[in-house]
């Protein structure tokens, strides 16, 4: 094509970006004017209500960032041309100018090849700089041109500096993450994701492309986002947004459980046997110990009757709701409405006529049943179960050595000031699922779920009973004490046992140097897992050893102060106990740096404990002191795993301890 006719094509695709926006604006006029009009259409009250909630949602999810391409692609058939970007827009008689992603024609933008054209004669994707459109690529799938991973286009696209929050990755989705996005509805799915496969954006797109096309049911139901912390729930709180979905629960699974605030520390041996799967049964056990056997016959007086059940019908009673398998508290009213009927069977019987309702409300007030329920069928709160359990966890389950690990020493004088832990907060949550159903979304995503354990995967699965689940994770980046092994496991804890596990191991955000560096360690971490393979061959790596006698920490702001020279982010990680310290070092140096909490900050360098690294990328990583991070916990060759991987551009390691043996031994 002559040069003047590349210009022209640009000007014309940059004429229907402005088009494509002025039509977006008035989509989202139109809808702020129902907003503020909606009570003056609307036939009622609640209709007035329920129709501004709608047009309030639907103003967020118009909303237009200028800096973020309103699309990202054109499809070329034969009759038709589209362009596919983040949301769908129309023009003012209804006509698409943009195609969302999620539409049923967009899925041949991301599946389309030479092999298999789909009817697509040219696929095109066009090159932004801060919204601004300023080149096209195209491939002739009908002339057997494709250009797959050496796009330059799709390859800056993932190569461009990371500074802020997570992105979408609407334009950069490959063939094989797109067919997990668009998985159905009621499959659940669990991806072994390398690190820098994606296995994140993944889930996030899975979750918009559901709500997408089951709207209205996820909209009752909801979805539900579970991260390992809140800095990675701030990194990637604006990836549904960008796609117009405002409508999501972002929680860690602390947040879940969160019925009391935490007043007390548990040591490491009582936390490990607590989020142990037996506790589950131990609670279990102790709560329905707590049902008798009727022993004697109730008589209820109504003030003008006496009506008496005998103890059979009364043991029946209690054994038939038993065996139905109910939570304990839907027993226990079930027990106490057969009572009832009971007696309404009588009065009807006897005075030829049914009672009322305030009849049967003050028959199940009555002391006398009031005292039989008392007996048979206690009421209990979850505290009220837990805390009986940990002052007497006697339980043929549990070793004598693990009865008194969990055991408290000395009782709380009431429910209320006792002091309960983290780990007690997930067994509250166990037992509030065992007296009552928790409200079940219609699908939930969970990240870096690895470090699940058994009773934190079984208060998501509570939460997921009758939905789906997206699970995330990878197992070489497992760093808790009770990291799972085998994705089947922590399936089974979920109620998910036959999902199926996918990997991902083809990396598209890790530069294959470091990649490299962290697949060393592989062999120490004790899990069946492919290594990855990264397709960037860009990236810097550089193993920084400092003298014995040398300031470490000089060293490192070196690195760091080196790194801001290049664009983009920079993360000083470190062991835990180094942050602050080395915080103060950039501050005294005038380097402005934050936390990985401080999602608005403007400053480019991020002080980050290794301990919250997972999940978070930086352009450009400095780790401080390998030997420290390795020390500083049980699995702490997992955790330097992680923390080698956060970089998606260049990596700096700066050590004056000898390097772990897993990485020079594997060098050499």
């Not at 109910?326 to 009927?341: I, K, N, S, T």
């Amino acid at each position: 094509m002559p040069a003047f006719d590349l210009d022209a094509e640009l000007a014309a695709e940059r004429q229907h970006l402005t088009e494509s926006r002025a039509a977006l604006a008035r989509m989202r006029g139109r809808a702020e004017a129902l907003y503020f009009t909606g009570d003056q259409v609307a036939g009622d009250a609640y209709t007035a209500e329920q129709l501004g909630r709608h047009m309030a949602r639907r103003v967020l999810e118009l909303a237009d960032d200028p800096t973020t391409p309103l699309f990202f692609g054109r499809l070329e058939f034969e009759e038709a041309k589209y362009h596919v970007g983040r949301r769908h827009v129309t023009d003012d008689s209804g006509e698409p100018m943009v195609l969302d992603w999620r539409a049923p024609l967009s899925r041949s933008f991301y599946r389309a090849s030479v092999r298999d054209p789909q009817g697509v004669s040219t696929r095109r994707r066009f090159g932004f700089v801060k919204g601004v459109l300023t080149s096209f690529e195209d491939e002739h799938l009908d002339r057997g041109e494709e250009l797959g991973t050496s796009s330059r286009i799709l390859t800056a696209e993932i190569e461009r500096p990371r500074v802020g929050p997570m992105r979408d990755i609407v334009a950069t989705i490959q063939p094989e993450q797109d067919e997990l996005v668009r998985a159905d509805l009621a499959d659940s799915i669990c991806v072994q994701g390398a690190p820098g496969t994606g296995k994140t954006a993944v889930g996030l797109h899975r979750a918009a492309f559901l709500l997408y096309l089951h709207r209205e049911r996820l909209r009752r139901s909801g979805v539900l986002i579970v991260g390992p912390n809140t800095a990675f729930l701030g990194y990637i709180s604006a990836v549904l947004p960008a796609l117009g979905e405002v409508e999501v629960k972002q929680a860690t699974v602390d947040d879940l459980v969160a019925r009391l605030p935490v007043r007390a520390t548990d040591p490491e041996k009582s936390t490990n046997i607590k989020h142990d799967v037996r506790m589950s049964e131990v609670l279990r056990k102790a709560l329905w110990r707590k049902i008798a056997k009727p022993s004697q016959p109730i008589t209820v007086s109504d003030g003008s009757y006496r009506w008496r059940i005998d103890t059979e019908p009364l043991r029946r009673i209690v054994d038939e709701a038993r065996r139905e398998g109910l939570p304990y508290g839907v027993g226990r009213d079930r027990v106490l409405a057969r009572v009832v009927g009971l007696l309404q069977r009588q009065s009807e019987y006897r005075t030829g006529n049914s009672p009322g309702e305030p009849w049967l409300r003050r028959m199940a007030k009555v002391a006398p049943v009031k005292e039989f329920l008392e007996t048979v069928w206690p009421a209990v709160t979850p505290e009220a179960l837990v805390m009986e359990v940990l002052l007497d966890p006697a339980d043929d389950l549990l070793t004598a050595e693990e009865q008194e690990a969990i055991r408290w020493s000395k009782a709380p004088k009431t429910v209320k000031s006792a002091k309960f832990s983290a780990a007690d907060l997930v067994l509250i949550d166990e037992a509030a699922g065992l007296l009552e159903r928790e409200t079940s979304f219609g699908h939930v995503v969970v990240d870096e779920a690895q470090d699940l354990s058994p009773m934190q995967a079984r208060a998501i699965a509570r939460r997921s009973e009758h939905g789906s689940l997206t699970l995330l994770g990878d197992l070489a980046q497992g760093t808790a004490p009770w990291a799972a092994a085998d994705w089947r496991d922590t399936l089974a804890h979920l109620g998910k046992p036959d999902a199926s596990v996918v990997p991902l191991t083809i990396g598209f955000r890790v530069p294959a140097a470091v990649v490299e560096l962290a697949n060393r360690l592989l062999p120490a971490l004790r899990v069946d897992v492919p290594e990855a393979v990264s397709l960037r061959r860009d990236g810097d790596l550089s193993i920084v050893p400092v003298a014995e006698h040398a300031d470490l920490d000089a060293e490192t702001l070196v690195e760091v102060t080196a790194a801001l020279e290049h664009e983009g982010s920079v993360a000083l990680i470190a062991a835990d106990t180094a942050v602050d310290r080395l915080r103060a070092h950039l501050t005294a140096a005038g380097i402005e740096s934050a936390t990985p909490d401080d999602v608005d900050t403007e400053a480019r360098v991020f002080v980050v404990p290794a301990s919250v690294a997972k999940g978070l990328e930086y352009d450009h990583v400095v780790v401080h002191e390998p030997a420290d991070i390795v020390a500083a916990e049980q699995r702490g060759l997992n955790r330097l795993y992680v923390v080698l991987t956060r970089a998606v551009s260049r990596l700096s390691v700066v050590h004056q301890k000898p390097l772990p043996e897993a990485l020079t031994t594997a060098a050499a």
